[in-house]
């Protein structure tokens, strides 16, 4: 799998009923593969960060990015869609 | 793999403490657009710029969106317009009309500033050379986003007075041109010793003789994400306060390389450097001030400074140089009053003078920086407080600058207000004693001995 197509999804919020089903299924619906998931409260926050495979979807980054922060709106949470490489950059020597 | 903790550190850098990549700047060298006519000139510069940096905001913003780090500016350098104009240019007007190229050219491509209306006179000043630095005054006042510097001297070369003389009285000069306007034209007027080819930040930037046909360079910031860091040490030993620094220096830098490596691949144009720079804005929390207060001092310009400054600047350049293939540009600490808030405050309460932002300069990046003084200060002590920021520069081997206003109709204890990021500034006091036939004196003061050092 190119690298490339590795992004990170970070949802960070109160937490509430139904916010990983929420966005599953929209990865789901659009072909998107989960690699890695996992969930923590972090000062009281609901936090999830998942690594996820874009190749096998249709949809272009910026309208995953744009659908993903318009969920995470209705659902009262702050959805970040970003390119993995940035995390690599700065955490990795 | 890349856990939780990371990803949540990396954002709330972003998010909470105002992480940011500074500036992307495409250097362009403007050398194959030169012509004995002017007109031809002019539409050689505008085309060469337009058709090279045509995608640079755009590119800008996708890199933005992707890795949701923000690229607070987008800018230009290119060649000192003292040499492209030295054959088209009979008088101060013509070199004026590449200003005002320059600017159109800006404002087509949506950039927020353009540096290199320029001119490297070190050791002599050609005609042109003049010519262009005494356009200064009306290139800044019929612009907007068009940046002026003046290298006047250099270790090898010694100090050419005779420019420092006349850069005292061009700064009055553009005060004076652009004083409904807060005298913004000397915010945009940077006077250099030993100034990089590769500077991507302005108003200082322009893309020297000694580089490629274009180039990309960075400009890093993270004044807030240091502090921040810092907090979580107090009281700790030097050790520990150090080892902080350079780690989170090359946590920040890390993001400058993967901007810059992805707006070289994306716009075609080779990567040139990396600037190491915490460069503050008067955003709250984003202050190079608030880090020297948070390692211990009152104020910044308390007793003290000059060491923590230099601490901080060293361990920031330790950090950062292996999170970057190449680096290059001013590379250090920035301490412009005007865009800090600590720094601001501190002058105010009269912690932070002149004197003291002289000997900071010593150590950091990059010289007296957005200081605003009372506007009646006369052009031989501008010259003077030039003259002396360019020796410390000269002897030390180090780029130091000076762009100070001359506030027009105020004095001491008022305000001038910028806007933006360059900011506000206090007015702050000038030694009152002349120095007037030091100044007037003709010619040049030799390179400096390099052995025998003091």
Known sequence: MSKANRTIISVVGKDTVGIIARVCTYLSNNQINVLDISQTILSGFFTMMMIVDLSGSDKAFEEVQKELTQIGEEIGVDIKCQREEI??????V | ??????????????????LDVRTITIGISLFDCMDSDIDKLCDNIYRKITTVAADLVKVGKEIEKEYSIPIVNKR???TPIAMIGSSACKDTGDYVRIAKTLDDAAKAVG????????????KGMTK???????SIPEAMASTEYVCSSVNVGSTKTGINMDAVRLMGQIIKSTAEATKDNSCMGDAKLVVFCNAPDDNPFMAGAFHGVSEADAIINVGVSGPGVVKRALEKVRGESFEILCETIKKTAFKITRVGQLVAKEASERLGIPFGIIDLSLAPTPAIGDSVAGILEEIGLERAGAPGTTAALALLNDQVKKGGIMASSYVGGLSGAFIPVSEDQGMIDAAKEGALTLEKLEAMTCVCSVGLDMIAIPGDTSAETISGIIADEMA?????????????????GKGVGE???????????PIMPVNSFGCGDFINRAGRIPAPVHSFKN
């Not at chain 2, 939780?4 to 954002?11: A, H, K, L, Q, S």
């Not at chain 2, 042109?128 to 005494?134: A, P």
């Open chain 2, 392 to 408: 410390i520069g000269m002897i030390n081997q180090k780029t130091t600058a000076v762009r100070l206003i001359p506030v027009i």
């Open chain 2, 415 to 425: 305000e001038v207000e910028f806007g933006g990021l360059l900011g506000r500034a």
């Open chain 2, 76 to 78: 230009i350098s290119v």
């Open chain 2, 128 to 134: 042109s050379d003049e010519l262009l630095i005494r």
């Open chain 2, 1 to 18: 793999m890349i856990n939780i903790f990371e990803v949540n550190e990396t954002n709330k850098m972003v998010e909470e403490q105002n």
């Open chain 1, 87 to 92: 995390f690599e950059m700065m955490h990795r």
């Open chain 2, 111 to 122: 950039v927020n500033f353009l540096g290199g209306y320029s001119a490297i006179v070190s």
